[in-house]
DNA sequence: GCAAAAGTGTTATCGATACACCCATGC
DNA sequence: GCATGGGTGTATCGATAACACTTTTGC
């Protein structure tokens, strides 16, 4: 092992993001034990010396949601002397994305998980309400540049849902036209001639993500 | 301090850049002690308990450079197990832009420092080398939508010499007048009215960054 | 007067924005 | 037939990109 005295706790926390209701939620955990027992926290816990951190984050990430393969991307590292009461803890965050479909029928009915709104944040154990805040400002950055926001769609999806994606997200309506205009001559959305009947109303084309499920920078 | 096996080795290293002879370069150390001793390596080491990341990074630059208060920025975390052969140890890496006239006379004579241009660098120690192409597409992207290369100019500068960072960041010419317009209104550059005569042709303007040097967003 | 870098404007093209009405369906 | 969300096109504006010559100085 390594000399000196830089032994530290590391850990890694994870912002997973589903959108759910209009909302960008987040998921939390109820802290059982102390510091903060009983506060609302980021699914997380400590690296063991053989894991990878990305393999550890989505580790967690499975534990939690039962969801495996989804998009997770790191974040930032925090490493505030005094983050944590028991002693010096390092948290590599990552953040993650999952399409409300692949929630089923888990994380709810334990009252122990709960998926909440951004907008309305419960008080955070640490310095996780930091972190969601710097995870969502991320989230929403991307938007601009890439096409992170097909992680939230399933395997059929409408142009009104996705644009419903990125008004969530950015918090701010957008125009209908200009955004199918940008979003129809994306290679990696393709019609699937098929059509989705809901209400009483016209149907919507139903489109898919070609191929990868790769983020790509786009513009 | 922290339950259970996740004890690690925590460091911090960071990719100090800085522009000499037209050349991106990057300042190495060489390893005196193993693994990969007479390598070089970037300057890092392990963070103390008691002492945030930031101030870490920003500690181990100045002791190698005698710079302080230059830019500086997290840029990811390392930890891959097997990375360092002694053992699990995470790297926090950061990297740093530092004007040329601030490294006056320092880090020559040093025949451990090296400032080594980013096209041709030696064989690195870990994964250094990776982490340095990592911090140069960073830099290189936020050429673009930021204004940091103000981060790597002195006191006072002509516009030839701010457009030559650019081009030297990004590996391509630019043209003339378009990099001019850009530039010449931004509302953190200032024409100081002074002249600077070098050599048998028409003396420049030189321009000074206003009030903060803050990285601000731009576009 | 010549070499060397500084300085300067216009045009064309592309992408982004603003904006309003008809369509297909269920009830 | 009416309420509901799905779907479509054009005109304007601003930003970007391409492009070449004149000016000032030192020698």
Same mark, same amino acid.
């Given at each position: 092992m390594v000399a000196d005295g830089a032994m530290t706790g590391l850990a890694t926390d994870v912002v997973v993001f589903t959108i759910r209701d209009q909302c960008l939620r987040v998921l939390l955990v109820r802290r059982s034990g102390e510091p903060f027992a009983g506060h609302w926290a980021l699914p997380g816990g400590m690296v063991p010396a053989d894991e990878a951190l990305d393999d550890c984050a989505s580790r967690m990430l499975g534990e939690k949601t039962g969801v495996r393969g989804v998009y997770l991307e790191q974040l930032y590292s925090f490493g505030e002397p005094g983050r944590d009461p028991r002693g010096r803890v390092v948290s590599v965050a990552y953040y993650a994305l999952v399409p409300p479909? =692949?929630? @089923? =029928?888990? @994380? %709810?009915? %334990? %009252?122990?998980?709960a998926w909440m709104p951004t907008e309305a944040l419960p008080e955070l154990a640490f310095d996780h309400r930091h972190i969601v805040e710097l995870a969502h400002r991320r989230l929403a950055a991307k938007l601009d540049y890439s096409n992170i926001a097909l992680q939230f769609m399933g395997e059929r999806f409408t142009l009104s849902e996705l644009q419903s994606v990125y008004e969530t997200i950015l918090g701010e309506p957008l125009d209908k036209r200009n955004f199918r205009k940008r979003v129809r001559n994306l290679p990696c959305i393709e019609d699937t001639g098929e059509w989705f009947r809901a209400g009483k109303h016209r149907p919507a084309r139903l489109f898919r993500v070609t191929r990868s499920d790769r983020v790509e920078i786009i513009k």
């Open positions: 479909e =692949r929630l @089923a =029928r888990f @994380a %709810d009915g %334990d %009252d122990q998980l």
